[in-house]
């Protein structure tokens, strides 16, 4: 009965075509979050993505191992040679594209979160430079200053900063930083959950829409291994195609990028350093696609649930826009911005709002709002199949 349900799914012309839609976007997104990775030639042209890897690579790699103090003064005085060298701002960045990396751990991590300065590299001193890490505790004890951080917020900050390892390793990675750092991946989530929404419109709601509802519930396994194949194939479909398109988008991106750099940890990309998860690229991955997951399940669950008690496919198609998108606009203002954060959208984006280190306080200790949504909404979302499941093999004959 499992396959009849993902045979009615997929016999569908249009959901044949929403699939197709999903792979043409998932391609594009890739050879997009690819192509912004960039090599510049000495003549000042350029070349992007697959072409570009190789060569950036190479250059990157030339400062592979520990960063430690001796390593963060090199790199100030390369970057001053390469300065010295070239006649132009764009001349100095060619000679030093494989100390970028590096260069911006300097500019990010002296100034702080408000107060970069693309060319703090250019004037700071080799002595000043070497203090980076410990740079990195000050300015936090900084914020804490500037800003309403509680008590439990500051402990678990200051605890996970002090976890830190330093020196770090650093390493060619840009193939994870085109995966995770990218605007495309979560925008493929939010795009991903709607094309699964529409996908499962129909499970629940189409013997009612048919008027075949009498003869469904009629049948001798109508009220009970009937539902449970619609449970079911609701499940499959959600996982299946989500993370058929995260696998396809992030193989894409490293095949072309390299997956070199997985175990490097998540603070040697400058966009990271104030982080205060000490995880590895892989393991951002890892959470990243799984929180995401979590929030397909929930958002298309319950998506799912009111449109079997409302008989109606566009409950399934409306919420999870509805869901996914809304709460990112409500939470550009002030005061809703707090409670927004909570919403399963959130696990959309983790990506983008890992960084923020975004801290709840439950039961007097602080928790990383991650580590509060991710198993809430996990078991929301398996609450929701036998409510379901119970709710649909209840419902009275149209």
Not at 96 to 101: K, M, R, V
Not at 166 to 174: I, V
Request: one cysteine or more; glycine letters at 8%; aromatic letters at 14%.
């Amino acid at each position: 009965m499992l396959r009849f349900e993902l045979k009615k799914i997929w016999s569908k012309r249009m959901n044949q075509g929403a699939v197709l839609l999903l792979l043409v976007i998932v391609i594009a997104g890739s050879f997009l979050a690819a192509r912004d990775v960039k090599y510049y030639k000495e003549d000042g042209s350029s070349v992007s993505g697959i072409f570009a890897a190789g060569r950036l690579r190479r250059e990157k790699n030339k400062w592979k191992g520990y960063v430690t103090e001796d390593v963060l003064k090199k790199v100030v005085e390369e970057n001053k040679r390469a300065h010295d060298e070239a006649d132009t701002a764009d001349g100095a960045f060619i000679k030093y594209q494989g100390l970028s990396d590096l260069r911006e751990w300097i500019n990010s991590g002296m100034a702080g979160r408000e107060n970069y300065d693309y060319y703090l590299c250019d004037s700071i001193s080799t002595d000043t430079a070497a203090t980076l890490y410990e740079k990195r505790v000050s300015l936090l004890k900084e914020e804490f200053a500037g800003q309403g951080y509680s008590k439990e917020e500051k402990e678990v900050l200051l605890r996970r900063y002090g976890e830190f390892e330093a020196p770090l390793y650093y390493g060619y990675a840009d193939g994870w930083k085109a995966v995770l750092d990218s605007q495309y991946l979560p925008t493929l989530m939010i795009i991903s959950i709607v094309i699964i929404g529409f996908l499962v419109s129909g499970v629940f709601s189409c013997e009612f829409q048919l008027g075949a509802d009498s003869v469904f519930f009629s049948a001798n396994y109508g009220r009970n291994r009937g539902v449970l194949a619609k449970v079911e194939a609701c499940f499959a479909v959600v996982t299946v195609i989500y993370w058929a398109a995260m696998l396809l988008f992030t193989g894409l991106v490293l095949g072309m990028l390299g997956a070199q750099g997985a175990g490097l940890m998540i603070q040697t990309d400058s966009l990271n350093w104030m982080c205060m998860y000490n995880i590895t690229f892989a393991e951002k991955w890892l959470l990243t696609m799984f929180g995401g997951y979590v929030a397909h399940l929930c958002i298309l669950f319950f998506a799912v649930l009111v449109s079997a008690k409302s008989r109606s496919a566009v409950a399934a198609v409306t919420i999870p826009f509805a869901l996914s998108c809304a709460p990112m606009f409500l939470g550009r203002v002030p005061f809703l911005t707090k409670a927004m954060n909570l919403f399963p959208d959130m696990l959309l984006r983790i990506s983008t709002f890992l960084r923020d280190n975004l801290i709840y306080t439950i039961g007097g200790k602080g928790h990383g709002v991650y580590e509060i949504l991710i198993p809430v909404y996990l078991l929301l979302a398996l609450l929701m199949m036998p409510v379901m499941y119970a709710g649909y093999r209840r419902s009275e004959l149209g």
